[in-house]
Structures are given as structure tokens and as C-alpha cells.
């Protein structure tokens, strides 16, 4: 069919602006493609998410890049339109509230190191962080490269895109900000952090937006059996990835290795530190081999030095939380690890896969039962299996990332983001949402600000006669 386009003096005036001109230069008889289904009826994809019906995202009609039409369609089709491109909300909740989470944790950890990040086995709020952060990733990626134009082009924006994020993480991680008691700033490229929260953020969506880009088949979408077809190139690629990791973790051998602490005096001899390994397939602090990965690619001055296992009993007398080491504490204690490292990111890239899969079920499925029901099935099984994992002995550690820790993380976040789905993109609950819906639409923003000790100045450094008298002593924190 045709839309004719009126003539240009019945343009009301209000599309005198800029953007009226150039849309009535646009303007033209325009041939609209018409869908036909199975029972003959067009437009059958121009439905909102509560009409029900499947559809790809080949399937729309007119896409957003096209030429200015005006529009001959019914109210209703309107509407649904209107529907379609909404935003979808509930994943900016999400996000906000991970952002809150980090925020919370980052500031309160030590406060209450029962939300701190576990010392090494186990889970804690603090430990869904990440890949609760990794999994929104995958799920916008589903739906930002949902429909390509070119691929090529697609391929050089992500890769923009994830420099941008590797140069900021190492400008905020990477040492720049390391002097601030001390007042000094500056990097020491000898003893730089390659790795943070970014870079591993910025190389699962690198990875995520690769698999999105190149490996889609072009099958129509009708079941989940069929979507597993159409991305079957993609499921392949998280075998391959955790083959890879499980392989390297109980497979490599783990020599004996030393560290050294610098002494606190320029003159004096910096101490060695001997620790005995001569293992393989070891998940412990000392001998693991994401530690040795790290130290021979990286070396071992460019790892965090700030061990999530110092906090561990053998290592701190506080512990779970720092404190001075007992006297008969292992070598090992002090010895820097990098809980973003190499071979963990490898199992983090897997869970931003997962939420890609998470993000095609919106994009191919359009009731909201349909949504929650492809969500709910392998959010379950991931949790379950996860648990079965950790008590059968691979436990569930966020410093090695290993696969019990993702199945649970991956299920958790799959079953927090239908909730929210439910609660505020189906139910409408949205005013009680708005703060953390704020907050997820401007992730980077505060992740920044946090980072870089803005908003604990504002938080803390304003006080009355004395440091101590400031506004978390008014909650009862810090006295």
C-alpha cells in the first residue's frame, strides 16, 4: 500500500521549525511493505508487548532510519507503535539499583563486613555487584544491535566504544587517583593496574557485541527451541569459553613463586616472600592458577595490591574483615591479586552472554508470560545448578569467577530483572522505581563520581569543629 503525503500548504504551522522542514523535505510517496502472517493480515508485527504474538525484529514495518511518511495508519496501530519503542524501563531499574548496591557496599563494607565481599568461598551482597552489572550488559546488547544496517560499521562503533571504556577504567583504577591522602596524583607506569571494573566490563561487551554482530543466524523466530537455532553459534561460543576456563583452572601446574613488599625506607632491601606451590586444579588463595596467569602476563606489580584473602582467618585476626595477620600467618597473605583478572574474565564474559539471551527474549517475544516464562526456566535451572556445583566442591567464589559463581550470580539477576519486569514495565508500579530508574540512566556518571571519592567527600567532608562530626555520625556510622 501507499501513504500519499499532503500538500505542502496544509502543513500546519507548527512544522514551520527546522525539524518540520526537513521532515516535509523528506516527505514523498513511500512504499510500505506489507506482512503477511500465515493468515494473510498485514502489519501483523505492529503490536504492544501486552497483545501477545511473536516477532522478530526483521519484521517491523517502517524502522527508525527511514524516510519521513505521514503516518495513514489507525489509532490503534498508533498506539502500538508508540509501545513498541517505548523504553523498557524495568532494566534502568536494575541498573540503578546495582549502581546502589556498589555504592553501598563500597561505603559501608567496612562498616559491616557482612556485606563486604566474602573473604574468598561464598557469596555476599557485595559479590552480585559485577556480574549483576555484566548481565544488564548483555541485555542491552540484545537489544541494541536487534536490527543492523552494517555490520561493519556496527563492529567499528562497539570497538569505539570499548576503548572508551578501557580508557576510563584505567584512569580511575589504574593509579591516577592513588595519592590521595597524601594529596598527589599521577601515574606510576612501573606499578599501573591494567585490569578494574571497566576493562572487564569493557571486554565482556567487546565479546558479547561480536557474538550479537557476527554470529546470528537469520531463522524466524516462533519458539524457544527456534531462537536456541538462531543463536546457536552463540551458545557454541559459551562452550568454547568455558571449556577454555575450567581447562586452564584444574589444568595448569603451579610452580613455587616469590613476591616482594618494597620497604618502607628508600635504603633499605625490599623483602622476599616465598610461597610453596608445586600444584594443579588448586582453587585456593596461594596456588590458583588465575593468580599465576596474572602474574606471568601481567606481572605481579600491575595486580591489585589490596588481596580480597587477607581478609580470610589465616590472614587477619579481624577477619572477615583487615586486620594485623596472626604470627603464624601463611606468605602468601600480603601478596597481591587482582580480583578482575585474566582468566576470571574469561567466565565473566559468559555472563554477559547469558543476558544477551536474556535481551533476544524481548526482542523476539511479545507477551508478557512469554517474557517471564523464558526468563523464570533458566534463571532456576542456573541457580540450582550453581548450588549443586558448590556442594559437590567447585564452590562459588567471585575472585576466581568460577562457573558455580556465575551460575548463581546469572540466575539471581535473571530472577531480580523479571521481578522488576513484573513489578514496573507489566503492573505500572513505577513512582515507588524513579530514584533507581534515575540512577540507571546515569550508570556511568555516578559510578564515576564514586570512583573517584567525589560523592564520599560530599557525604563526609563537610562536618562541625571536628572531622569525625559529619553526616554519617548523625546515622550512626563512624562513632
Known amino acids: 500500500m501507499y501513504s500519499v503525503v499532503f500538500e505542502r500548504e496544509k502543513i ?22 506489507e506482512q503477511e502472517g500465515d493468515n494473510g493480515n498485514t502489519n501483523k508485527t505492529l503490536k504492544s508487548n501486552g497483545e501477545g504474538g511473536h516477532a522478530d525484529d526483521d519484521d517491523e514495518v517502517v524502522g527508525d532510519n527511514k524516510s519521513f511518511i505521514l503516518p495513514t495508519h489507525s489509532k490503534h496501530q498508533h498506539e502500538a507503535q508508540r509501545q513498541k519503542r517505548q523504553r523498557l524501563v524495568s532494566l534502568d531499574v536494575f541498573r540503578g539499583l546495582t549502581v546502589a548496591l556498589m555504592i553501598l557496599v563500597d561505603n559501608a563494607g567496612g562498616v559491616l563486613p557482612a556485606i563486604n565481599h566474602s573473604p574468598w568461598n561464598g557469596l555476599t551482597l557485595a559479590d552480585v555487584v559485577m556480574p549483576f552489572f555484566l548481565f544488564i550488559v548483555g541485555v542491552s546488547l540484545g537489544l541494541t544491535y536487534k536490527k543492523l544496517s552494517c555490520k561493519a560499521v556496527a563492529t567499528g562503533k562497539a570497538i569505539l566504544r570499548t576503548l572508551k571504556l578501557l580508557i576510563i577504567g584505567l584512569f580511575l583504577q589504574g593509579g591516577f587517583l592513588h595519592g590521595l591522602n ?4 599521577g ?8 585490569m578494574g571494573i571497566l576493562q572487564r566490563i569493557a571486554i565482556g561487551y567487546l565479546v558479547g557485541a561480536m557474538c550479537e554482530i557476527w554470529l546470528k543466524g537469520g531463522n524466524h523466530v516462533a519458539s524457544g527451541l527456534s531462537m536456541l537455532r538462531k543463536y546457536q553459534f ?24 616469590e613476591y616482594q613488599i618494597p620497604a618502607a625506607a628508600a635504603s633499605s632491601t625490599p623483602k622476599i616472600f616465598p610461597v610453596k606451590c608445586g600444584v594443579r586444579g588448586d582453587t585456593g588463595p596461594a596456588c590458583n ?20 584473602y587477607a581478609r580470610t582467618k589465616p590472614c587477619s585476626i579481624n577477619s572477615p574483615d583487615y586486620g594485623p595477620p596472626p604470627p603464624d600467618a601463611p606468605s602468601w597473605c600480603q601478596a597481591p591479586f587482582d580480583p578482575e583478572g585474566l582468566l576470571s574474565s574469561v567466565m565473566a564474559i559468559v555472563t ?22 523464558h526468563w523464570m526456566v533458566p534463571s532456576t535451572c542456573f541457580l540450582v545448578l550453581g548450588l549443586v556445583l558448590d556442594l559437590l566442591g567447585m564452590h562459588v567464589n567471585k575472585a576466581l569467577y568460577t562457573f558455580s559463581y556465575m551460575c548463581v550470580t546469572a540466575g539471581a539477576a535473571g530472577i531480580v530483572f523479571t521481578g522488576f519486569y513484573l513489578l514496573v514495565d507489566v503492573c505500572g508500579f513505577r513512582w515507588p522505581t524513579l530514584v533507581l530508574e534515575w540512577m540507571g540512566m546515569h550508570a556511568l556518571m555516578i559510578f564515576i563520581l564514586a570512583t573517584t571519592n567525589v560523592l564520599p567527600v560530599v557525604v563526609q ?14 546515622i550512626g556510622i563512624g562513632r
Open 187 to 194: 601515574v606510576d607506569m612501573n606499578q599501573i593496574r591494567w
Open 461 to 474: 567532608g563537610f562536618y562541625w569543629k571536628q572531622p569525625g562530626n559529619n553526616s554519617l555520625k548523625l
Open 234 to 257: 552463540q551458545w557454541a561460543a559459551v562452550l568454547v569459553l568455558v571449556t577454555i576456563y575450567l581447562s586452564l583452572l584444574y589444568g595448569l601446574h603451579v610452580p613455587d613463586w
Open 182 to 185: 597524601d594529596l598527589t596524583y
Open 352 to 373: 554477559c552472554l547469558v543476558g544477551l539471551h536474556y535481551g533476544h527474549i524481548i526482542v523476539h517475544f511479545k507477551e508478557h508470560k512469554d517474557r517471564t516464562l
Open 12 to 33: 500546519p504551522s507548527s512544522f514551520s521549525s527546522l525539524a518540520g522542514r526537513e521532515e516535509i523535505a523528506m516527505a514523498m510517496y513511500k512504499p510500505i511493505k
Open 289 to 308: 592458577a588465575n593468580g599465576m596467569i596474572d602474574r606471568t602476563v601481567l606481572g605481579i606489580r600491575h595486580l591489585y595490591r589490596k588481596p580480597i
